[in-house]
T-cell receptor, first 115, second 111 residues
Framework: DAGVTQSPTHLIKTRGQQVTLRCSPKSGHDTVSWYQQALGQGPQFIFQYYEEEERQRGNFPDRFSGHQFPNYSSELNVNALLLGDSALYLC??????????????FGEGSWLTVV | QKEVEQDPGPLSVPEGAIVSLNCTYSNSAFQYFMWYRQYSRKGPELLMYTYSSGNKEDGRFTAQVDKSSKYISLFIRDSQPSDSATYLCASRRGSNYKLTFGKGTLLTVNP
């Protein structure tokens, strides 16, 4: 059973560029959340997608946008990259109907370096 | 004030020691409390999960939540070098609400 898969694993971008990160949730999961983890910090919630709509959003600017596809996979887009966007971007998937809520699985992340 | 505070350490202990990791939180609406383990340059993996106050034990790991003092703890007995990792506490409100993490504590268990 494949867990949460993310791509690419590492990438380097220049300030001002745009980046797209991709996530495939764990089989059977329908909810996808994205987190940003700066070096030495805990993950910070960016947003959550369910039924192809953004349902919750953290304190991130509009430069951060996302999408969820009918197969539940998701993309995170970041425009006008800043040096401060350099971080590990984590995708987490879960099942909406799991009311215990203890089945949130994280992917290995995408390391983004902005130079 | 951050909603979840965690001493980042680092913490270094000898093999076999009992490790105590702690967090405090400020949001009274938090109902679910988790501990994640994160190895270097990897994604977090769920270690322990607790709903509301109480204790939960799983092998060498014990999680405690005291909602009256807004205190979250993780105890590791008979620590092993393979336990060396960053430990993240996290809290949330509803079952599919966002996770709010602490900064993480870097633990090293020395053979």
């Amino acid at each position: 059973d494949a867990g949460v898969t993310q791509s690419p694993t590492h990438l380097i971008k220049t300030r001002g560029q745009q980046v797209t990160l991709r996530c495939s949730p764990k089989s059977g999961h329908d909810t996808v959340s994205w987190y940003q983890q700066a070096l030495g910090q805990g993950p910070q919630f960016i947003f959550q997608y369910y039924e192809e709509e953004e349902r919750q959003r953290g304190n991130f600017p509009d430069r951060f946008s996302g999408h969820q596809f009918p197969n539940y996979s998701s993309e995170l887009n970041v425009n006008a990259l800043l040096l401060g966007d350099s971080a590990l971007y984590l995708c987490a998937s879960s099942l909406e109907t799991d009311f215990s809520g203890n089945t949130i699985y994280f992917g290995e992340g995408s390391w983004l370096t902005v130079v | 004030q951050k909603e979840v505070e965690q001493d980042p350490g680092p913490l270094s202990v000898p093999e076999g020691a009992i490790v105590s990791l702690n967090c405090t939180y400020s949001n009274s609406a938090f109902q679910y409390f988790m501990w994640y383990r994160q190895y270097s340059r990897k994604g977090p993996e769920l270690l322990m999960y607790t709903y509301s106050s109480g204790n939960k034990e799983d092998g060498r790991f014990t999680a405690q939540v005291d909602k009256s003092s807004k205190y979250i703890s993780l105890f590791i007995r008979d620590s092993q070098p393979s336990d060396s990792a960053t430990y993240l506490c996290a809290s949330r409100r509803g079952s599919n609400y966002k996770l709010t993490f602490g900064k993480g504590t870097l633990l090293t268990v020395n053979p």
